[in-house]
């Protein structure tokens, strides 16, 4: 059964700490993508990985970082926790091994920053 | 800037009642898909539709796309309680490296 693991279901961090959100995948996926989720925002795409040690900006990379150290294992970086950051934040992989794949989600992780 | 925008915002029907879910998107795509999310947890693939393709489905779904007019539908026949979600469609830009971008989604209440 594929699958992606998200470390935390629910974290509650203080405002001006660094915060890491990790996220492995076992399915041998090139590209990664970690996604916030907000009321009536829908998903947001924050960073993108097609591989080790590449990343792009999505649409909303202010105020986070990424690290693609290893090809299972994406982890999204909040330098300085602000309270605008509380969220959901979701992690999704995909194939690049030929087109039109779907991608594969985390649980998801509910950020809470006091 | 999010590339698809899904229409209704929120829909309620009766249960065995068929569902319609719209999505318009911006720019020219490899492929849309849709996906369900149940009670704020992670997101489930349910079809993928090339945009090469007009028409697909699956089990209950049935997805449509129109190029020419930059959206799509999903259709849900019969529909159940643990239909009640929310879906979104999600694109695949054409030329833009496998980036999957998604819409606002639309909150699908199945009445008893």
């Known amino acids: 059964d594929v699958k992606v693991t998200q470390s935390s279901r629910y974290l509650v961090k203080r405002t001006g700490e660094k915060v890491f959100l990790e996220c492995v995948q076992d399915?041998?996926?090139?590209?990664m993508f970690w996604y916030r989720q907000d009321p009536g925002l829908g998903l947001r795409l924050i960073y993108f990985s097609y591989d080790v040690k590449m990343k792009e900006k999505g649409d909303i990379p202010e105020g986070y970082s990424v690290s693609r150290e290893k090809k299972e294992r994406f982890s999204l970086i909040l330098e300085s926790a602000s309270t605008n950051q509380t969220s959901m934040y979701l992690c999704?992989?995909?194939?690049?091994?030929?087109?039109?794949?779907?991608?594969?989600f985390g649980q998801g992780t509910r950020l809470t920053v006091v | 800037s999010q590339q698809g925008e899904e229409d209704p915002q929120a829909l309620s029907i009766q249960e065995g009642e068929n569902a319609t879910m719209n999505c318009s998107y911006k720019?020219?795509?490899?492929?849309l898909q849709w996906y369900r999310q149940n009670s704020g947890r992670g997101l489930v693939h349910l079809i993928l539709i090339r945009s090469n393709e007009r028409e697909k489905h699956s089990g209950r779904l049935r997805v449509t796309l129109d190029t020419s007019k930059k959206s799509s539908s999903l259709l849900i026949t019969a529909s159940r309680a643990a239909d009640t979600a929310s879906y979104f469609c999600a694109t695949e830009r054409e030329f833009r490296d496998d980036k999957i971008i998604f819409g606002k989604g639309t909150r699908l209440h199945i009445l008893p």
């Open positions: 399915m041998d996926h090139e590209n």
């Open positions: 999704a992989s995909s194939s690049r091994q030929g087109k039109n794949t779907e991608a594969f």
């Open positions: 720019t020219s795509i490899n492929n």
